[in-house]
């Protein structure tokens, strides 16, 4: 609305209103209309007992424009002449009005007229009002009561009640009331602001009621307990926004929660989303008290900032069906401490857990994307069980998650964002497989505990400081050729150096562009010789290579479909070491290998 406000005041500005005296003391703005009749644009007093003329200065005055007499807090009685015939948006919004006649002259009141007349205690609409806006008398805290004319044909009253004619639409519950209300059984809508800011404490509603209009029941503080009946399909924007809730319970039938529909409701602690919703909001139940939530099937997407910043929800349950994450779909719940992401779900925008309490992540089978900064800032995340479907880590999934101690990341994924694991500072054990091809900027940049890692040999490019500032990065293994690297990607990190296989190429220039020196990682299992075979019931072979390196020795027992087990690791002390297998008799058949450490 404020920009309303402003885009208006523009226009009068534009339009040069003239300054008039009509009573002693007031002075009227107004303005010429095409009809040659005047619109009033604003007031200045006292007096604060205002009579509006019919005529100034020979010109019927028609019309009370938007804001004319906006936050007079002074103004506490206004005359409307019978020549008015519309009071525009906001036109006594924030006065000091005790008493208000609309003349029958009048056939449009536009929105919030009369919001936040505080002191104003009831109104009479006459039978010539054809329209009246939404939150035309919102806010007014000491309202008792709102009477229509029985002529009309287009709004009734019923104990004080603004409603349609056929009154299947409530207009305006009056805000001075409180206390308990029963909808009528003819009502089908609620509209919108209907009970704002009202002090009711409970409410009925029938079962006919099919939609909540937007901000309907948005500020009523002492409305703490709510059945929505089965026939409510859609529950609108800012319906309970900064409502006393407690608990809700939706019936069957609810398809859509608007965005911020719960939005501050610190206390509700408990809400039943039945299996018919299929859409919830932005903002839906953020900043809620929320402890626990469970998002049926038929929700396909979660809205930016659903559950934004709920802090004692402790458990979300995601049934599969779901297919979007919203960003910042469940940033900074403090209290989530484990999600598990069905495989349903194909998109996952930025930050959805970002800077929660989660200390375990399962995504499951059939995801493939971990989306960008998804997890950022999780400093209790230890453990993330990524799915082999998997095939992009995003920009920064896993930045600043400090206690992560180590990754192991499934065979399938292509591309380690920029910055996936920046800042885990915690990191002492990476594991990427051989289907990635890139690496990105920072992807591991400020690992500090980070000692050794090994790059697959489809890796074609390094991203500028990938590694950097990780000082306790000392071995640093290639499968492959060198990939495209320059002098930043192991910055500051004066202990590393590049291992890479015989038969490799680009090495020099690696070593160049990137400052890091590289060696030629060259063990080999003596296949000969009086120390390979059988000896003391254990099979053994010597291991030679350059001095002081260490290895790895590996073991599968199928070569078609290869899992290499780590049987342990050796240091190739004055160049060479002898392994012995006590195991080996309990394999029909046993294949050795040496591995990278």
């Known amino acids: 609305m404020k920009g309303i406000i402003l885009a208006l005041s523009g226009l009068l500005l534009l339009a040069a209103p003239a300054a008039v005296q009509a009573q002693s003391g007031s002075q009227f703005s107004c303005i010429t209309n095409a009809d040659n009749t005047l619109t009033i644009t604003g007031y200045t007093g006292p007096p604060w007992a205002v009579t509006i003329p019919t005529n100034i200065n020979g010109l019927l005055v028609a019309d009370i424009g938007d804001y004319a007499f906006l936050n007079c ?5 206004v005359t409307i002449p019978s ?9 006594f919004l924030g006065t000091g009005l005790t008493s208000v006649t609309i003349p029958s002259s009048v056939t449009t009141i536009e929105g919030q007229a009369f ?10 609409i006459p039978a010539s009002v054809t ?17 229509v004319d029985p002529h009309s044909l287009f709004y009734s009253s019923t104990n004080g009640v603004l409603f349609d004619k056929n009154q299947t639409i409530v207009v305006q519950f009056p805000g001075g009331r409180g206390g308990n209300y029963t909808i009528p059984d003819s009502v089908i809508q609620i509209g919108e602001y209907a009970f704002a800011g009202t002090g009711l404490t409970s409410i009925t509603m029938t079962n006919g009621v099919t939609s909540i209009g937007t901000g309907a029941f948005s500020g009523c503080i002492n409305l703490t307990s709510l059945i929505i009946p089965g026939s409510v399909t859609d529950i609108g924007y800012c319906a309970f926004y900064l409502s006393g809730l407690t608990n809700v319970t939706m ?8 965005d ?18 299929t859409n919830i909001g932005g903002y839906a139940f953020a900043y809620s008290g929320l402890t626990t939530v469970t998002i049926p099937a038929s929700v396909a997407s979660l809205g930016n900032d659903a559950f934004y910043f ?23 719940c403090p209290s989530l401490t484990h999600i598990t992401i069905p495989a349903s779900v194909i998109n996952i925008e930025d930050y959805a857990f970002a800077e929660s309490g989660l200390d375990d992540v399962t995504i499951a089978e059939g995801v493939t994307n971990t989306g960008s900064l998804t997890f950022y800032g999780c400093t209790n995340l230890t453990n ?3 799915p082999a479907s998997l095939i992009m880590i995003g920009d920064s999934a896993f930045e600043d998650c400090t206690n992560l101690t180590s990754v192991k990341i499934p065979d399938g994924v292509i591309t380690i964002g920029d910055g996936a694991f920046n800042y885990c500072t915690s990191l002492t054990s990476v594991t990427i497989p051989n289907s990635v091809t890139a690496i990105g900027y920072g992807a591991f940049d400020v690992c500090p505990d980070l000692v050794a890692i090994t790059i697959p040999g489809g890796v074609t490019n390094i991203g500028d400081y990938a590694f950097g500032f990780s000082p306790s990065l000392t071995g640093v293994y290639f499968k492959g050729n060198a990939p495209a690297a320059d002098s930043t990607v192991f910055d500051s990190d004066t202990t590393a150096t590049v291992y890479y296989l015989p038969g490799t190429m680009g090495w020099d220039v690696f070593s160049t562009n990137t400052g890091v020196p590289t060696v030629l990682w060259n063990p080999l299992i003596q296949a000969s010789g009086g120390s390979f075979g059988v000896k003391n019931n254990q099979f053994g072979f010597n291991i030679t290579g350059t001095n002081n390196f260490t290895v790895v020795v590996e073991a599968c027992t199928n070569l078609a479909s290869p899992v290499w087990t780590p049987l342990t690791n050796v240091t190739l002390s004055n160049g060479s070491y002898y392994f012995s297998d006590p195991q080996w008799t309990n394999y029909p058949s046993r294949f050795y290998g040496l591995g990278f450490p």
């Not at 806006?133 to 008792?144: A, G, I, R, W």
């Not at 019936?251 to 608007?258: E, F, H, K, P």
């Open 73 to 77: 807090t002074n103004l506490t009685i």
């Open 83 to 91: 020549s008015v015939t519309s009071i525009g948006e906001g036109a």
């Open 115 to 124: 919001s936040q007349c505080y002191s104003l205690g009831s109104v009479v």
């Open 131 to 147: 329209y009246i806006e939404v939150d035309t008398f919102s806010l007014c805290t000491n309202m008792t009561a709102i009477t």
């Open 251 to 258: 019936a069957g039938g609810v398809t859509s929660i608007g």
């Open 260 to 277: 911020y529909a719960f939005y501050g409701c610190l206390s509700l602690a408990g809400v039943t989303i039945p299996s018919t919703v």
């Open 310 to 332: 709920c802090p004692s929800l402790a458990s979300a349950t995601f049934a599969d069906g779901l297919t979007s994450i919203g960003y910042e779909a469940f940033y900074k």
């Open 384 to 386: 993330a069980m990524m």
